[in-house]
């Protein structure tokens, strides 16, 4: 072997071609598909009609839709006069408009977007006091690094509580220590992120008690909420298992020897790490419980994370200003959530205020037909998932969809149940990778993976649960459920 004595460039050059590195992929920010989809919408609102239900509150009153009458002129493109006040002839979205929906989401989603902001924070000291990596330790150390038991006992964990409770953004939180986890195992950041998001989306899959889409869903049929129990159980026990399989399978294609123990005993925890993670799994019980008792929306939610950051930098001892230039450095870490949130309801509002939105979900009740149960049943499965892209909110989709969906589903034989049993299908399966999901860009952002890279990864799972999802639906429109 030839050694070379000083490390000047052309020491040990090759003498014709110099092998150069591989070169990555760049990424494709987030934003900018946002971004394009939101000037799609506005094209929209000039090459689709304008039309509306009538509504008793958000609740669409089937058969009273209405075509507008609407001035589609390029020239409105360009126009900077405000839109008339309950004017009868409808208007497609300017230029103008289309850039003030950005500001204006973000006025609209301030609470959600400061609570991603603070949870960033309240890790950042978390990190900063090391409780997080001591965890992590006696967690791996406990079960030896064994992906076969981490893995598939998380998702339980993890989609327990969105099944049965409804849980999903609040789930940020674990995304930080899910990704620590990973790094620690030796696998890539993706993992950690699977591991909370995969579990969020199959256990809206299910639904077994989700109130954020049952109680809404079911009335609007004319079922009692929480009924239809047994389909609602099976698709849950299909689901998250199959997405424990598939993240298993990818470790183990990555290279990851999952046989091998993991060499790390674990340290004994000192007495402040003891008492932080105790604190963090009391406040997370109590914030389940008080979600859920109380009904706690996003400015309570906030104000209850910063309340548990002085908590846990009281616990390790750091000094104020410490905390309070940590907890800043971790809100930066999550402003591109906060813009990413903005720019998928900016995507919603403009279609609304083009009123194009009623007449897109028409469109598709027309498409959806009499044809018999499961041509029904199947077109009302992906048109909640095409409806998804532009009604991101699971309770919009189901106040908006259910009204018109319900009676056309019955006209075609198919069952009130089986039309929330497409709905919850259809809806959970699309946010599983739509682009326009604040809680999957949250999580994205959380884990620091981009859009593009998180789509890649999940598409083949994305394909598998849509076959398996449309295998559960024609099993229970036959059955009779």
Sequence with gaps: MNHCPKPTPLACAPSETTTQPPRKNAQLNPAIILLSIIFLAMALTYGVRSGQFQREDIRVIPGTYQVLEKNSSLSQLFTLAPRPANSAIAQPVSLAETFMAIPLAIEKRSGLIFMVLFIGGMFAVLNKAGTVDAGLDRLLGATRGNVYILVPTLMLVLSAGSTFMGLAKEYIMFVPVMVAMANRLGLPSIVGLAIVALSVKTGYMGSISNPIALSVAQPLVGLPVFSGLSMRVVAYFTFVPLAAAYILYYIRRSGFDTSATFSHAGAKLSIRHTLSLVALGLGIGFLVYASNQWHWKYPELSAYYLALTMVFAAIAGMRPSTTASTFVEG???????????????????????????????????????????????????????????????????????????????????????????????????????????????????????????????????????????????????????
């Design 331 to 481: 809100m930066n870490k999550m402003l591109m959530a906060g813009v990413l949130i903005a720019l998928a309801t900016a995507v919603e509002s403009i279609l609304a205020t083009g009123q194009v939105l009623d007449t897109l979900v028409n469109g598709l009740s027309h498409a959806i037909g009499q044809h018999g149960q499961l041509p029904a049943a199947f077109g009302m499965f992906f048109a909640q998932m095409s409806l998804d892209l532009v009604i991101p909110s699971t309770s919009g989709q189901a106040a908006v969809t259910m009204p018109i969906f319900g009676p056309l589903g019955q006209l075609a034989g198919v069952s009130p149940q089986s039309t929330v049993y497409a709905f919850l299908l259809g809806n959970g399966l699309t946010n599983m990778i739509t682009p326009t999901s604040s809680g999957l860009l949250v999580l994205l952002a959380a884990a620091n993976v981009g859009w593009g890279q998180w789509a890649k990864f999940v598409l083949p799972l994305f394909l598998t649960c849509m076959a398996v999802a449309l295998a559960l639906l024609a099993f229970a429109v036959l059955s009779g459920y």
